[in-house]
């Protein structure tokens, strides 16, 4: 089946640091790749997304490349800013049977950033 | 546009006692899902509905959890009788329709604990 290994966690940053969170991936077909965040507090929320090899999804200064030859998708952020301390999710979904949309989650990362 | 509501935020009951959990998703999407998420885990798809049919049910424990979705609208999550082992957050998400490459919205989330 379908899963999604996020690197283990917490990461503890200062302000202004470079971020990189890594998620590799196992599916059966040809996958889109997301990265969701969930703010302390609030619902879990689609930071940016991939939806072939080789594409770049980006948002909020957040970019993640779609590798296939390494069944990647990390994410990186060149300066981090305290209000980015978070959870973050690497996740896919594929169009294997008529699960059409279902989300495969990887166990998350707590990130926080100090002043 | 108002996002996917949830109720309640927070649930305490006894193990074999019952619960629901209810949502509204944002008007006009299509598909609506139920996501289990323990402590320190992912989010795991339970249900997933299209309109008020059901595609998913796999992940669904059928001898204790029941879904169902009022006139393709809102979906009401049951479980009877509860065992220590369902305490998780409950989360509910939309999406206009079943195209993997389609954002899904969450809600809040229900926090159920099981004593």
């Known amino acids: 089946g379908n899963s999604v290994t996020q690197m283990e966690g917490p990461v503890t940053l200062s302000e202004e640091a470079f971020l990189t969170i890594n998620c590799t991936y196992t599916?059966?077909?040809?996958?889109?790749l997301f990265w969701y965040v969930q703010y302390p507090g609030e619902g879990l929320q689609l930071l940016l997304k991939?939806?072939?090899?080789?594409d770049k999804g980006s948002n909020k200064g957040f970019e993640a490349t779609y590798r296939k030859e390494t069944t990647s998708f990390h994410l990186e952020k060149g300066s981090v800013q305290v209000s980015d301390s978070a959870v973050y999710f690497c996740?896919?979904?594929?169009?294997?049977?008529?699960?059409?949309?279902?989300?495969?989650f990887g166990q998350g990362t707590i990130l926080t950033v100090h002043p | 546009e108002a996002g996917v509501a949830q109720s309640p935020r927070y649930k305490i009951i006894e193990k074999r006692q019952s619960v629901a959990f209810w949502c509204n998703p944002i008007?006009?999407?299509?598909?609506l899902y139920w996501y289990q998420q323990i402590l320190g885990q992912g989010p795991k798809l339970l249900i997933q509905?299209?309109?008020?049919?059901?595609?998913?049910d796999s992940q669904l424990p059928k001898d204790r959890f029941s879904a169902e979705r009022l006139k393709g609208v809102d979906s009401t999550l049951k479980i009877q009788p509860a065992k220590l082992e369902d305490s998780a957050v409950y989360l509910c998400?939309?999406?206009?329709?079943?195209?993997?490459?389609?954002?899904?919205?969450f809600g809040p989330g229900t926090r159920l604990t099981v004593l």
């Open positions: 599916a059966t077909g040809y996958p889109s």
């Open positions: 008007s006009g999407h299509a598909t």
């Open positions: 509905f299209q309109n008020n049919g059901v595609v998913d």
């Open positions: 996740a896919l979904s594929d169009l294997s049977g008529t699960s059409y949309g279902k989300l495969t």
């Open positions: 991939a939806t072939k090899a080789d």
């Open positions: 998400a939309s999406s206009p329709g079943l195209a993997y490459e389609n954002e899904q919205f």
